[in-house]
């Protein structure tokens, strides 16, 4: 087989790549090492910076996502007993678009199969071959050890994938910060406690409360690291966020059963450079944010406008210029994400071997926030996403 650019992973990245390629008249093939299923049945983060749902709509993906997600023009940050909004659409002009990544998934998978794109899942050992120059890929499906060749490899295989563990160490930089605790996360299908996100700082640990539509909600709370999924009940994870969060929204919270319940690991990891010869690391696989600013899914989205406006140019006309700076551009970027993900972690987490002095830098910076539009704004223009 050939193809002009192998994509590794069927995730956002892989997919909405390969639908900016195709739709620019360049071939692609997704390699996928799950079944589609699976993929669609990972429960993923929800909100969309605005410049994310112009890319979506660019790719021709856009329009279930205008119909059924949901403008936001703020969230409330809930601290101390005070509740602070922070109106985006004031601030900054722009609101944000609650739509769950899971059906960002979808309505990928749907294009590609109304544009004939060519998805191979279960695709089993991929392994990347003649990097830098002289990329192909081999891999096993049906039990049948199959090549394909190609001017180009995307590694959007996401954080566990194969495309990073390609580029030889000596060349490979990462930067990693873990942090002291998990988000365990509810999904219910009862209506939202409030009409807009809140994320609570609580002397018990932070809280969030999200949301996909008028009946199925996504509550978060911080946990300890040590914690088991199976050893917290419904009954005790409801009894914990209504602890966490403001008494109005505690009073009025609708609980029921679980469909869905996990506990998530919060990491800072940056590997670079994005870019070796002729394989490029997009999304996940190059860079992971602990979910606070709700950036994981926004940052893949970012990489991957970067990396098709440079092949689209390559195959254009032949330049190589963005192609050459597909790394920097893109980890710009990527490392104010870092920052903001990493200061809303500190700034709403209860962090174990906090001082006294640590709490009260916290509570200057809220105090802080809730006083100054300047700080609201710094806030708000980096949530709402900063420029491409
Ligand atoms: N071969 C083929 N596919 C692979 C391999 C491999 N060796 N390893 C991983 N994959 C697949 C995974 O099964 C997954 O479907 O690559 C895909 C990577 O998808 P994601 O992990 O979702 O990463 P990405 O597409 O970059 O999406 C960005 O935004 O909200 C965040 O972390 C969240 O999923 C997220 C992301
Ligand atoms: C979610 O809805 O799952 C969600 C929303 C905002 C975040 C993280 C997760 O910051």
């Not at 590794?8 to 071939?27: E, M, T």
């Not at 996100?197 to 640990?205: K, V």
């Not at 997009?282 to 940052?299: E, Q």
């Amino acid at each position: 087989m050939r193809t002009q650019v192998c994509i590794i992973g069927g995730g956002p990245s892989g997919l909405l790549l390969s639908q900016l390629l195709h739709r620019a008249g360049i071939d692609t093939v997704v390699l996928e090492r799950q079944s589609r299923a699976h993929v669609l049945s990972r429960i993923r983060a929800g909100v969309l910076e605005w410049g994310s749902t112009e890319v979506l709509d660019a790719a021709g993906v856009g329009a279930r996502m205008h119909r059924e997600g949901f403008v936001h023009d703020g969230v409330q940050l809930a601290a101390r007993n005070r509740a602070i909004r922070i109106d985006f659409k004031e601030l900054t002009g722009k609101p944000v678009l609650v739509y769950g990544q899971t059906e960002v998934t979808h309505d990928l998978y749907e294009a590609r199969d109304a544009m004939g794109g060519t998805i191979i899942t279960e695709a089993a050992g991929v392994t990347l071959h003649g990097l830098p120059d002289a990329p192909y890929v081999t891999f096993t499906k049906d039990g049948v050890e199959q090549r394909l060749d190609c001017d180009y490899i995307a590694g959007c295989d996401g954080f566990h994938g194969a495309s990073r563990r390609a580029i030889p160490d000596k060349l490979l930089k990462t930067f990693e910060k873990i942090y002291p605790f998990g988000w365990l996360g509810v999904l219910s299908e009862t209506p939202p406690v409030a009409p807009e996100l809140i994320y609570a700082s609580h002397e018990r640990g932070f809280a969030l409360c999200s949301m996909r539509n008028p009946q199925l909600s996504r509550y978060y709370i911080q946990v300890p690291l040590e914690d088991r999924v199976e050893a917290w009940s419904d009954t005790a994870f409801w009894d914990e966020l209504r602890r966490r969060i403001p008494h109005e929204a505690a009073e009025t919270l609708v609980t029921g059963p679980s469909i869905e319940k996990s506990i998530a690991p919060l990491r800072s990891f940056v590997a670079e450079p994005m870019r070796w010869g002729r394989l490029f690391l997009v999304g996940d696989a190059a860079h992971i944010v602990p979910p606070t600013g709700a950036k994981g899914l926004n940052l893949a989205v970012s990489d991957v406008h970067y990396l098709s406006r440079a092949l689209i140019a390559r195959y254009r006309d032949g330049s190589e210029a963005l192609i050459e700076g597909y790394s920097e551009t893109a980890l710009r970027r990527v490392w104010k994400a870092i920052r903001f993900s990493w200061w809303m972690t500190t700034l709403l987490h209860r962090f174990p071997d906090q001082t006294a002095f640590d709490l009260h830098i916290q509570a200057g910076e809220i105090d802080y926030l809730g006083e100054s539009v300047a700080a609201r704004t710094a806030l708000a223009e980096n949530y709402v996403g900063l420029p491409f």
